[in-house]
């Protein structure tokens, strides 16, 4: 079984504005930040739910849950090494340290700690078939799609995952969407080849892990559809 147990986007005089009237604060900018934690939160409750099918996890969890299941540390706190070696890829990557970097590790260890949380809050929830297993799963992708979503139109900073294939594609000189296909397949792989090595069968990654890989892109763009330009409109007004 699995075990569970960007602050600096911006001067931090900005989130205050001045005018005749005195110090008020930016109000947008504060929603950016609930957005980015809502986000967050939801992302990891679809994480929650995925690891609860035992079908398999997204990619970008797959590693965390099959080490959490060799070895003592739980999902969550797997989560926060490594994304945490992530963001340490991006800087050897980009030969230099960002600040946005720096946010993505705070951003982490709030994912990873909620990842533990939603664990324990759904705890009851076992399903008792395949068919059962299918349903939680797809719920999972569904959830994690729409925290992906409301994350990314806080646009204050990215998790890991994804800042390691912005990296990867500015050394490359290649597409975000060219360079994501590889880093999910390599995330896999590698997956794969700790859970046979120290588990012995298939555990963390299996056929809903390419069922997430495939449809959370897709689920995104139907969200995005329904109210991902709303959201944009209305953090963009004046």
């Not at 980015?36 to 990619?59: D, E, N, R």
């Not at 109210?227 to 409109?233: A, P, Q, R, V």
């Amino acid at each position: 079984n699995f075990k569970y147990h960007n602050p600096f986007k911006f001067k931090w005089n900005t989130i205050f504005l001045i005018d005749r009237k005195g110090f008020r604060m930016d109000k947008k900018l504060i929603i950016r930040y609930i957005l980015l934690v809502l986000g967050v939160t939801i992302m990891s409750l679809g994480i929650a739910l995925s690891l609860k099918s035992t079908l398999g996890t997204p990619p970008i969890s797959c590693i965390p849950a099959v080490l959490s299941v060799a070895f003592p540390l739980t999902v969550g706190e797997f989560t926060i090494l490594f994304n945490a070696l992530l963001v340490i890829f991006q800087m050897l990557l980009l030969r230099k340290i960002t600040l946005s970097q720096l946010a993505q590790m705070l951003v982490c260890i709030l994912f990873g700690y909620m990842i533990d949380f939603n664990l324990s809050l759904i705890d009851f929830i076992n399903p008792t078939n395949y068919i059962s297993q299918w349903i939680l799963l797809i719920i999972s992708c569904l959830v994690l799609a729409f925290g992906l979503v409301i994350e990314v139109k806080s646009d204050i900073t990215m998790l890991p995952g994804d800042g390691a294939v912005v990296a990867i594609g500015e050394v490359l000189n290649k597409d975000w969407g060219k360079v994501k296909p590889f880093f999910d397949v390599t995330v896999v792989s590698i997956g794969v080849i700790l859970a046979l090595v120290f588990i012995g069968h298939l555990e963390g990654v299996r056929e809903g892990t390419i069922f997430s890989a495939v449809t959370v892109g897709f689920i995104i763009q139907f969200y995005n559809n329904i109210f991902g330009e709303k959201i944009d409109n209305y953090l963009e007004e004046n």
